[in-house]
């Protein structure tokens, strides 16, 4: 009773949909159990892991996957969330401060993404199909549902201590850490080149994946800005599936590179 009452001083009173309830439970889980299944070694097949599931040979099976280019992929992953941002202006407009921030903090986010996959990022692979699919449901449906989990609070009282500010400080310091790392993965490739190196510079001195933390710390953004219970649920299973894939990622290199420093760690710099 005494956590409940803590937890309303944050956050709004949870809704009265049953769907966006089941949505805060199913946001965790599916995305805890993507990030155990990287941990695992069952991945989601794009970027260095996108033919990794289809090379498991173990049961004599070599798997034919449907395959799209890494940039078509990325682009069906983030379209369809950034327009549901974007709508989001026309279905639910004059809403208040707080969901004209969270509205455009959202399509901010999937905009840059799909600025990076066209002008920033160079990609080396392909995206299968059976991959891209749910992770373009799971960015569509959490973006509306985090838009619309904000319009059921209008006519609700604010909750007692605003997070707004924050919330804004840290969405803007989330997508220019990821931004910049971002920027620095793609100097590693010349026009054309395919090959992996060890990433330099910035935060990738002490975690293999700094524009992984960024984007949690962006995410987190997301919730304080809503304070709403899907917000948050939504952010904590963002933050377990990025634990297990950077898991994923730093076992990745220390298997490709003989020369990775072994005080770089997976996410969090000397911790994690
Ligand atoms: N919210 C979520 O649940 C979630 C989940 C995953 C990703 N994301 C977002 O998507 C962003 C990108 O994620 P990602 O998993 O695609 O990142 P990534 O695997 O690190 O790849 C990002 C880009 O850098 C290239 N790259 C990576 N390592 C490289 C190396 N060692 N040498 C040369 N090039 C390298 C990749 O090329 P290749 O394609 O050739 O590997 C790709 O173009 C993240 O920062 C995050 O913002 C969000």
């Not at 990325?74 to 327009?83: G, H, K, R, V």
């Not at 891209?132 to 006519?155: C, D, G």
Request: proline letters at 6%; a positive charge; aromatic letters at 16%.
């Amino acid at each position: 009773m005494a956590a409940i009452s803590t937890l309303l001083n944050f956050l709004f009173p949870p809704p009265p949909s049953l769907f966006v309830t089941a949505m805060s439970v199913i946001s965790i889980a599916s995305l805890a159990n993507a990030g155990f299944s990287e941990v695992r070694g069952k991945h989601l097949s794009y970027s260095k892991f996108w033919n990794v599931n289809n090379n498991d040979k173990a049961n004599g099976n070599k798997k034919q996957q449907l395959k799209l280019s890494s940039k078509t992929g990325m682009l069906l992953l983030y379209t369809p969330a950034f327009l549901a941002g974007a709508a989001s202006f026309l279905v639910f407009p004059d809403e208040g401060f707080r969901s004209t921030v969270l509205q455009s903090a959202v399509t901010i986010h999937f905009f840059k993404r799909v600025f990076e996959v066209l002008f920033v990022h160079k990609y080396s692979g392909s995206m299968a199909l059976e991959s891209a699919i749910p992770i373009t449901l799971s960015y569509f449906v959490s973006s509306a549902t985090m838009v619309y989990a904000q319009h059921l609070t209008v006519n609700l009282p604010e909750p007692p201590i605003n997070l707004l500010y924050p919330g804004i400080v840290l969405f803007l310091v989330g997508i220019t850490g990821n931004f910049y790392h971002h920027y620095l993965l793609s100097k590693l490739r010349i026009k054309g080149e395919k090959e992996y190196k060890i990433p330099k510079g910035g935060l990738f001195e002490f975690v293999i994946c700094p524009h992984y933390l960024f984007e949690i710390i962006g995410f987190y953004g997301f919730s304080l800005i809503s304070q709403t219970l899907y917000g948050f649920s939504f952010a904590i299973g963002t933050t377990f599936y990025l634990l297990g894939r950077s898991y994923a990622t730093r076992r990745w290199y220390l298997s490709k590179f003989e020369d990775f420093p072994k005080n770089v760690k997976a996410i969090i710099p000397f911790v994690f």
